[in-house]
Nanobody, 118 residues
Framework: QVQLVESGGGLVQAGGSLRLSCAAS????????MEWFRQAPGKEREFVAG????????YYADSVKGRFTISRDNAKNTVYLQMNSLKPEDTAVYYC???????????WGQGTQVTVSS
């Protein structure tokens, strides 16, 4: 089973950028669809972005479309989330998840905190 470790979170001013990384262990990383979710205090975890196993398909929540970009490097077993034009409402713990289609079962990382100050 794949194991995931996120990094790259931090404190940034509104309008700034961050790039999150999610490093995966295991030889089967390229067979997983990868996704980013986030959870703000007092709110439910929500979907942010996803990418197919090959990287040919990407999909985004409307709230981040045009600002965030998901990508993956299967040679490095890593998925990225480039976040631009950050807003205070993007403040949350960000989690990456691995999913083996067609199953909806996910393996989660431990999360990384992103804080956007106004």
């Amino acid at each position: 089973q794949v194991q995931l470790v996120e990094s790259g979170g931090g404190l940034v001013q509104a309008g700034g950028s961050l790039r999150l990384s999610c490093a995966a262990s295991g030889r089967t990383f390229s067979s997983y669809a990868m996704e980013w979710f986030r959870q703000a205090p007092g709110k439910e975890r929500e979907f942010v972005a996803g990418i197919s196993w090959s990287g040919s398909s990407t999909y985004y929540a409307d709230s981040v479309k045009g600002r965030f970009t998901i990508s993956r490097d299967n040679a490095k077993n890593t998925v990225y989330l480039q976040m631009n034009s950050l807003k205070p409402e993007d403040t949350a713990v960000y989690y990456c998840a691995a999913r083996s289609p067609p199953s909806d079962d996910r393996t989660w990382g431990q999360g990384t905190q992103v804080t956007v100050s106004s």
